[in-house]
Nanobody
Framework: QLQFVESGGGLVQPGGSLRLSCQSS????????IAWFRQAPGKEREGVSC????????FYTNSVRGRFTISRDNAKNTVYLEMNSLEPEDTAVYYC??????????????????????WGQGTQVTVSS
């Protein structure tokens, strides 16, 4: 089955750090922009960050800019999300998915569901003391 496998989530205290990984299964990352999304309880899925195919461009939603860093290692078919200074509001299930180009991170969940592919099962991030 062609999909991403997310890992690295867990329980962390406010101010702590986590590094999420997103590894492709059954396909390579070549030619794809990769984005991270998250869905908090009772909320729609939202865009968090995106990295372009050639890694020249990275994008972040306002609430995580300066705290999160996205990167990719095409040789390992893996994309990472380094998350620092975590806040309780970052609690969510984090997913990654692929598109030909990065899209604005302010679009609706239904847009992402339609245009992004290879969705994984997600990894839970809980920020709590």
């Amino acid at each position: 089955q062609l999909q991403f496998v997310e890992s690295g989530g867990g329980l962390v205290q406010p101010g702590g750090s986590l590094r999420l990984s997103c590894q492709s299964s059954g396909f390579t990352l070549d030619g794809y922009a990769i984005a991270w999304f998250r869905q908090a309880p009772g909320k729609e899925r939202e865009g968090v960050s995106c990295i372009s195919t050639n890694q020249d461009n990275t994008f972040y939603t306002n609430s995580v800019r300066g705290r999160f860093t996205i990167s990719r290692d095409n040789a390992k078919n893996t994309v990472y999300l380094e998350m620092n200074s975590l806040e309780p509001e970052d609690t969510a299930v984090y997913y990654c998915a692929a598109e030909r180009i990065c899209r604005p991170l302010t679009y609706s969940a239904s847009y992402y569901d339609t245009h992004f592919i290879y969705w994984g099962q997600g990894t839970q991030v809980t920020v709590s003391s």
